[in-house]
């Protein structure tokens, strides 16, 4: 806790008188109801706003490794891990290539040997090229899940 100032300060005892407040039910009760409809209206409208603007789930979500296939602009390179063969080396490569706007733009990359772009030829059935997101860009190398 910090001061300010000299260092000392003096407390001023102020005695005023109590005074009572009182109301019955047949006094004010119009103030009454009017207040409380005041205070639950205020915090029913500062609840309302906040579940208006929650935003719908991400529809691709099944493509980031909830399902057979794979979304080549989203996913995450551990995705790849459902393909023998195509995790890591394969992944790493589709992963820092992207975005692309088709599946066949994958077989494109330059640094994919003939034995890689067969694995992949493989399983080209189970990659989908969706339309790439923002929020999922940051964890396509590292997600933060570890065993």
Known sequence: MAFVGSGSFSVKK???PATCVRMSA???SSE?????KTVLGAALAMTVPASAMAEREYSGVPYLGGSDKVDVNNANIRVFQKFPGMYPNIGRLIV?????KDVSEVFKIEE????QKEVL???ENNLVALEPRPEYEIDKINNGLYR
């Open 14 to 16: 102020v005695s005023t």
């Open 112 to 115: 994919l040997s003939a034995a």
């Open 121 to 123: 030829k493989k399983y």
């Open 26 to 28: 047949e006094e004010n």
């Open 32 to 36: 009454r109801r009017d207040f409380l």
């Open 96 to 100: 820092k290539n992207g975005p692309y």
